[in-house]
């Protein structure tokens, strides 16, 4: 069991960083002024959080200060999953609180955003001059007709000017909704034709690796295709001239204009996030505006620990949840730190060299990192100076027991490690960083204030220290409000509480320890269920790329026509290594001693890759559903993966495969 296994915390916090932490100071305040535990630590302050949502999410926007223009009735009205309704009658606009920083006249002249290239040297946009072009192109915005509820479309990098759009399209009351410019012009048709946009800021190309990315052809599809446009914005990264009929960034963004915010519904919609989009079209789905403003300001001021002091490093895209995630640090009066490049350019280091440069004080970052710079032999504290950093958070995948200690060991004991699991669904944790709890090898501190989390077995019971489905039986105001296009609701309801009724199901497989802490398992939608036990892949993962000689791994659980079960591992070897008897020995032995004979592999195949999204996630269900013998076309969205050839392998297996 993972709480027998890990007894010994790999940190734990001290008195003094307890009582210097915000959530520390929260309870405080909630236990005088709206009835939270005063004594219990974080697991009092967390049951009071879910079983009495309207105190608590009251008392988030009473310590948070949330402007609500107009008052709210009551905190929650209709509280049913889904469909619950969060502080109706309320108006608010969240661009207003991303911004409120630059009126304090101490902070207005310090930096907002450090904008970091391939060069590493930071630039900064300094509260003042976000404001102000916010309000520029706020103003500019409504000339050309965008009223509450349309939606602005950005084909963008993560450069300031993202941010921007993203602000001033939410002070206008529209709908935000980005792509990475890697995105081929399919996948982001794939997107964006779903919603309609009425603007697209755009760039002519982009920077990765060292090299230049000329997008301009694309971008004229997108124009093409996209026949709601009113206005194209270009964005010229690369120096080149607007296209015929395309305005500019500067002359949209020139003038000394304060901010107009428009005060819209706490339900109203902020912005469009897209599902992986694999086996279909992308699902489109709705955050709104008051929903993720309180949201993030409780993960990222309490969980996360951010404020005024800090520097918010998390590497990401504007494809990926986490960009939203990290423009949302301007709520709490954080410096954001915006990359655009490649995470590993010019060398596996290249993200510490970064969070060093800008003073990051919380790192975030992928798993896959994590154990690429392991395996690279790289050294951060050796190398940089991290003593500005106080936590490495890191998502997209569970972070590996290994992991964990090559943080403890190469960045810095005293560290405080957060691997952190939610969704684009939600746009936040379901489980995560807590500053006040201990850190355990392999597992997840808590799960996250308001958020009920627990594992449940296929009749609804739940489970400790055994593997369960993730859900969540109560709601949270993140949850999105609907799916775009999707009008009785019937996709929303079918993706995510059509196996528990009322409950949300996320699709992972997941263990609530005995202690409180929480440990990933992997997609239950590809669930491995060998002789009745259910087993996560990210298990299997973790066991088998502590080899040198393994790069990446996908494994594969298929029910045969006989009744019998067929389990292969595909390993994507690392440069000169060879996969002969001894390796296939070395792998099995591994598995069976990690985790238990059931998960050593019927099959162990060479692989020239593993397939991911285009937002880096490992593709498990198509890779299935080729090995069934369904068409490639038929398997998966092909707009919607990085490597269309890779996938051709997989779909030669099954054609081979006696």
Same mark, same amino acid.
């Given at each position: %069991?993972?709480?027998?296994?890990?007894?010994?915390?790999?940190?734990?916090?001290?008195?003094?960083?307890?009582?210097?932490?915000?959530?520390?100071?929260?309870?405080?305040?909630?236990?005088?002024?709206?009835?939270?535990?005063?004594?219990?630590?974080?697991?009092?302050?967390?049951?009071?959080?879910?079983?009495?949502?309207?105190?608590?999410?009251?008392?988030?926007?009473?310590?948070?200060?949330?402007?609500?223009?107009?008052?709210?009735?009551?905190?929650?009205?209709?509280?049913?999953?889904?469909?619950?309704?969060?502080?109706? /009658?309320?108006?608010?606009?969240?661009?207003?609180?991303?911004?409120?920083?630059?009126?304090?006249?101490? !902070?207005?002249?310090?930096?907002? +955003?450090?904008?970091?290239?391939?060069?590493?040297?930071?630039?900064?946009?300094?509260?003042?001059?976000?404001?102000?072009?916010?309000? =520029?192109?706020?103003?500019?915005?409504?000339?050309?007709?965008? !009223?509450? /509820?349309?939606?602005?479309?950005?084909?963008?990098?993560?450069?300031?000017?993202?941010?921007?759009?993203?602000?001033?399209?939410?002070?206008? /009351?529209?709908?935000?909704?980005?792509?990475?410019?890697?995105?081929?012009?399919?996948?982001?048709?794939?997107?964006?034709?779903?919603?309609?946009?009425?603007? &697209?800021?755009?760039? $002519?190309?982009?920077?990765?690796?060292?090299?230049?990315? $000329?997008?301009?052809?694309?971008?004229?599809?997108?124009?093409?295709?996209?026949?709601? &446009?009113?206005?194209?914005?270009?964005?010229?990264?690369?120096?080149?001239?607007?296209?015929?009929?395309?305005?500019?960034?500067?002359?949209?963004?020139?003038?000394?204009?304060?901010?107009?915010?428009?005060? *819209?519904?706490?339900?109203?919609?902020?912005?469009? &996030?897209?599902?992986?989009?694999?086996?279909?079209?992308?699902?489109?789905? *709705?955050?709104?505006?008051? /929903?993720?403003?309180?949201?993030?300001?409780?993960?990222?001021?309490?969980?996360?620990?951010?404020?005024?002091?800090?520097?918010?490093?998390?590497?990401?895209?504007?494809?990926? %949840? %986490?960009?939203?995630? &990290?423009?949302?640090?301007?709520?709490?009066?954080?410096?954001?730190?915006?990359?655009?490049?490649?995470?590993?350019?010019?060398?596996?280091?290249?993200?510490?060299?970064?969070?060093?440069?800008?003073?990051?004080?919380?790192?975030?970052?992928?798993?896959?990192?994590?154990?690429?710079?392991?395996?690279?032999?790289?050294?951060?504290?050796?190398?940089?100076?991290?003593?500005?950093?106080?936590?490495?958070?890191?998502?997209?995948?569970?972070?590996?027991?290994?992991?964990?200690?090559?943080?403890?060991?190469?960045?810095?004991?005293?560290?405080?490690?957060?691997?952190?699991?939610?969704?684009?669904?939600?746009?936040?944790?379901?489980?995560?960083?807590?500053?006040?709890?201990?850190?355990?090898?392999?597992?997840?501190?808590?799960?996250?204030?308001?958020?009920?989390?627990?594992?449940?077995?296929?009749?609804? #019971?739940?489970?400790?220290?055994?593997?369960?489905?993730?859900?969540?039986?109560?709601?949270?105001? =993140?949850?999105?409000?609907?799916?775009?296009?999707?009008?009785?609701?019937?996709?929303?309801?079918?993706?995510?509480? $059509?196996?528990?009724?009322?409950?949300?199901?996320?699709?992972?497989?997941?263990?609530?320890?005995?202690?409180?802490?929480?440990?990933?398992?992997?997609?239950?939608?590809?669930?491995?269920?060998?002789?009745?036990?259910?087993?996560?892949?990210?298990? +299997?993962?973790?066991?088998?790329?502590?080899?040198?000689?393994?790069?990446?791994?996908? *494994?594969?659980?298929?029910?045969?026509?006989?009744?019998?079960?067929?389990?292969?591992?595909?390993?994507?070897?690392?440069?000169?290594?060879?996969?002969?008897?001894?390796?296939?020995?070395? +792998? #099995?032995?591994?598995?069976?001693?990690?985790?238990?004979?059931?998960?050593?592999?019927?099959?162990?195949?060479?692989?020239?890759?593993?397939?991911?999204?285009?937002?880096? #996630?490992?593709?498990?269900?198509?890779?299935?559903?080729?090995?069934?013998?369904?068409?490639?076309? #038929?398997?998966?969205?092909?707009?919607?993966?990085?490597?269309?050839?890779?996938? !051709?392998?997989?779909?030669?297996?099954?054609?081979?495969?006696?």
């Amino acid at each position: %069991m993972p709480s027998a296994a890990n007894p010994t915390p790999l940190w734990k916090p001290d008195q003094e960083f307890i009582a210097a932490a915000e959530i520390t100071r929260f309870q405080a305040w909630a236990a005088e002024h709206h009835g939270a535990p005063a004594d219990g630590g974080y697991e009092a302050l967390h049951h009071w959080s879910v079983t009495d949502l309207e105190a608590f999410w009251k008392a988030v926007a009473e310590w948070f200060d949330i402007r609500f223009t107009t008052p709210y009735a009551r905190v929650l009205g209709d509280r049913s999953m889904p469909g619950a309704q969060w502080f109706p /009658g309320a108006t608010l606009n969240y661009a207003e609180h991303a911004l409120r920083t630059a009126t304090d006249p101490a !902070r207005a002249d310090t930096p907002a +955003i450090l904008h970091v290239d391939e060069t590493h040297e930071p630039r900064p946009v300094t509260w003042a001059e976000l404001r102000r072009q916010v309000g =520029s192109l706020a103003a500019e915005l409504r000339a050309l007709g965008v !009223r509450p /509820g349309d939606r602005i479309s950005g084909y963008l990098p993560n450069i300031p000017e993202a941010i921007v759009a993203l602000l001033a399209t939410a002070a206008v /009351g529209g709908v935000w909704t980005s792509c990475a410019p890697d995105f081929g012009a399919r996948s982001v048709l794939d997107r964006f034709q779903q919603v309609e946009p009425v603007v &697209l800021f755009t760039v $002519d190309g982009y920077r990765y690796g060292g090299k230049e990315h $000329d997008r301009r052809d694309t971008v004229a599809e997108l124009r093409a295709e996209l026949p709601t &446009l009113r206005a194209v914005v270009h964005i010229p990264l690369l120096g080149t001239e607007a296209p015929e009929g395309a305005l500019t960034w500067s002359e949209l963004t020139s003038a000394d204009v304060e901010p107009v915010f428009e005060a *819209v519904p706490f339900d109203h919609p902020l912005w469009v &996030l897209y599902s992986s989009g694999t086996t279909g079209l992308p699902k489109a789905i *709705v955050q709104s505006q008051g /929903g993720i403003l309180i949201e993030h300001l409780k993960q990222l001021g309490l969980h996360c620990d951010l404020g005024p002091g800090d520097r918010f490093f998390w590497y990401t895209s504007t494809g990926w %949840m %986490m960009w939203n995630f &990290l423009a949302s640090g301007l709520l709490t009066g954080t410096t954001i730190v915006v990359y655009d490049g490649s995470p590993g350019h010019p060398d596996t280091g290249a993200q510490w060299a970064v969070a060093e440069r800008t003073g990051a004080t919380l790192f975030g970052t992928s798993a896959a990192y994590v154990m690429a710079c392991a395996k690279a032999d790289v050294h951060p504290s050796r190398d940089h100076d991290l003593s500005r950093v106080k936590c490495v958070a890191t998502t997209g995948s569970p972070l590996p027991p290994d992991g964990f200690r090559w943080l403890h060991d190469e960045v810095r004991e005293d560290l405080w490690i957060a691997s952190v699991s939610g969704g684009t669904d939600v746009c936040s944790c379901f489980a995560g960083a807590v500053p006040t709890l201990p850190v355990h090898i392999g597992e997840l501190q808590a799960p996250c204030l308001g958020t009920d989390l627990q594992s449940w077995d296929p009749q609804g #019971k739940p489970l400790v220290d055994e593997v369960g489905e993730l859900v969540v039986t109560r709601p949270m105001p =993140s949850m999105p409000i609907r799916f775009w296009n999707d009008p009785d609701g019937s996709r929303y309801h079918d993706s995510y509480f $059509d196996t528990y009724p009322g409950v949300w199901r996320h699709g992972d497989w997941i263990t609530l320890t005995s202690r409180g802490s929480v440990v990933i398992h992997g997609r239950s939608d590809s669930t491995l269920n060998r002789q009745g036990v259910r087993m996560g892949s990210a298990d +299997i993962y973790e066991a088998v790329e502590r080899l040198p000689e393994i790069r990446e791994s996908l *494994v594969i659980g298929l029910e045969q026509p006989d009744g019998g079960y067929w389990m292969p591992l595909f390993v994507h070897l690392a440069p000169g290594a060879v996969l002969d008897d001894d390796l296939r020995a070395r +792998i #099995k032995q591994t598995i069976r001693e990690n985790l238990s004979p059931r998960h050593v592999p019927d099959e162990i195949i060479e692989a020239p890759g593993v397939p991911h999204t285009l937002t880096g #996630k490992r593709i498990e269900v198509p890779v299935k559903r080729l090995l069934q013998g369904a068409p490639l076309e #038929k398997a998966v969205n092909l707009g919607s993966v990085d490597s269309v050839e890779l996938l !051709r392998f997989y779909e030669d297996i099954a054609r081979n495969r006696p």
